[in-house]
């Protein structure tokens, strides 16, 4: 049976068995799954007709060791592993059901989210949903095991694997805001679709559900050093070592400047960040 570690981007003795079994080792507590079935995700497909039947992905949320725990709910921290394998519903590789944030109580913000790759390919596609309700710009970012993605304050987002592998996903977030799905699922999925070309490639297709094609950039993913998470360190271990990194996960709204300089580093072209 097919399996990999994923050590080397988690600093977890984790590991994933083909074709559905997260493997928690040493002691390290186990924690159960969230599935989200193909059928939840017809909604957004470019092609519904073309969903398959069974389970999408894997959610397993709120991973660590029992001594860090006191730390991250002191922190109102949660670190999270979502398990891709690679399928197709038509000509769209697999993805994520896709969401935004909740809005920061008290604050004109969302939360934001960092991601980083364990393992495979992806598209991370994100879309600044402005206050005036509409989609004012996309970023799709290109990454591979070791990489991070920051996703700012005000922007929704999809995962997509891209690659011909299982991707394994993990993020950290503040551990008690929750995702909306409605408008997603009201446009029918993201502004672009992430389709397979003839020659085995992928290209990226408006969503006509949006009216004109929103304003769009791609970029390699980049390192988050501005933000104390060098490349390869593994997220789990540089968050646990100084949770102060991850603050602006919490408290986005006293960090917009390191938020926004993070992504101009990156070439991100200049817009609303916050």
């Not at 980083?116 to 710009?137: C, D, I, N, T």
């Not at 299982?166 to 699922?185: D, G, K, P, Y």
Request: hydrophobic residues 40%; charged residues 25%.
């Amino acid at each position: 049976m097919l399996s990999f570690d994923l050590a080397e981007y988690t600093g977890l003795p984790l590991r994933w068995e083909e074709p559905d079994r997260l493997l928690f080792a040493d002691g390290l507590p186990e924690v159960k799954a969230s599935v989200r079935p193909w059928e939840e995700l017809r909604p957004m497909l470019k092609d519904p007709s073309a969903c398959p039947r069974g389970t999408a992905y894997f959610m397993y949320r709120d991973i660590s060791w029992p001594a860090d725990r006191p730390l991250l709910e002191k922190e109102q921290l949660r670190y999270d592993i979502t398990v891709i394998p690679a399928a197709r519903a038509g000509d769209e590789p697999v993805r994520t059901h896709g969401h935004y944030h909740d809005l920061v109580p008290g604050q004109n913000l969302t939360y934001p989210e960092m991601y980083q790759v364990v393992h495979g390919e992806a598209w991370f596609l994100l879309q600044q949903l402005a206050h005036s309700g509409h989609v004012a710009r996309a970023v799709v970012f290109r990454a591979r095991a070791g990489d991070y993605v920051l996703v700012p304050p005000d922007f929704g987002h999809v995962t997509v694997n891209t690659g011909a592998e299982t991707l394994v996903i993990a993020n950290w977030v503040q551990r008690h805001f929750a995702s909306s799905f409605e408008e997603m699922r009201r446009l029918g999925g993201a502004a672009y679709h992430v389709l397979r070309a003839n020659d085995g490639g992928k290209y990226l297709a408006p969503n006509p559900a949006y009216g004109h094609p929103v304003p769009l950039q791609e970029v390699d993913a980049f390192p988050l050093e501005r933000l104390g998470f060098p490349p390869g360190r593994p997220s789990y271990l540089a968050g646990i070592e100084d949770p102060a990194r991850l603050r602006f996960l919490v408290r986005p709204q006293d960090h917009r400047q390191e938020i926004a300089l993070a992504w101009a580093e990156g070439g991100i072209e200049e817009g609303r960040t916050g």
